[in-house]
């Protein structure tokens, strides 16, 4: 595992996990990511496995020549803003807090725990940003602060260097409160993300948007702490990518 500095608070982690495989011409063999036995949620479409013309002059080999030990790698490229949570924007006053009978579903977030505000991971399937509701929207509030649409531009920015046709918009809670009100909570951040969105890519007119709100669903972290309930609420922006 290697790191390399990206700037102040920012770290880059290039990660390759190998397994023995038999290597041959037919469907290619992809290492299984079992970090954290995460799922993708449903909704989620894997890109398309491509097709490989085994007769290819450039996959014969030359004369005289041998394979080496077969291995496949899957290689992720991790970049992660380390900072701590800024104190969040003012409540939306919306229509999305829990019943006074239920428990907070999202306390005040406290300076200098639950990690970096922003996580951008590409695999050889996928690419996705992960960012921090905390960061993102104020308390119980599906709104997105002025000062927040600078993590969404760079986002964007990725969109319009990548070029996909369908991007996913995930939104997610933690395990507080009722399971209900973090679906509205969570798909109406997810919504409105995609709202900014549109807003900032210069040509989503060729984009499939898949928008939703899993509540407190798929969880990354123990939800049984702060810290990982802080990191579970979370909006995930992602797309297939062949590279």
């Known amino acids: 595992m290697t790191y390399r500095p990206l ?5 880059s982690l290039v990660a390759a996990v190998g397994t023995v ?5 037919s469907t290619p063999a992809l290492a299984d990511d079992t970090e954290d036995d995460y799922q993708q949620p449903p909704g989620y479409e894997a890109p398309a496995v491509p097709d490989i013309d085994a007769n290819a002059p450039g996959l014969m080999l030359g004369d005289g020549a041998t394979l080496a030990e077969p291995r496949v790698l899957d ?6 803003d380390l900072g701590s949570a800024a104190d969040p924007p003012p409540n939306s006053g919306g229509n999305n807090e829990d019943p006074p009978a239920d428990p907070d579903p999202e306390p005040d977030p406290s300076p200098g725990t639950g990690g970096g505000e922003q996580r951008e991971e590409r695999t050889g399937g996928q690419h996705k940003f992960t960012l921090q509701t905390d960061v993102v929207f104020g308390k119980n509030s599906d709104e997105i602060s002025e000062e927040s649409r600078a993590a969404l531009a760079e986002v964007a920015a990725a969109i319009d260097e990548y070029q996909p ?10 395990n507080l409160g009722s399971y209900e009100n973090g679906v509205t909570l969570s798909a109406n951040r997810a919504r409105n993300t995609q709202t900014v969105l549109l807003e900032l890519i210069e ?38 990518s062949g590279n």
Do not use: C, H, M
């Open 21 to 25: 495989a038999v290597l041959g011409l």
């Open 75 to 80: 290689i992720k490229f991790i970049t992660e």
């Open 203 to 240: 040509d989503p007119s060729g984009i499939s948007f898949n928008v939703r709100g899993y509540s407190e669903d798929y969880p990354l972290y123990d939800n049984e702490t702060e810290e990982g309930r802080q990191k579970n609420r979370r909006v995930e922006i992602s797309w297939p």
């Open 7 to 11: 700037g102040p608070a920012r770290v």
């Open 165 to 174: 046709e369908q991007v996913n918009v995930f939104g997610f809670t933690d």
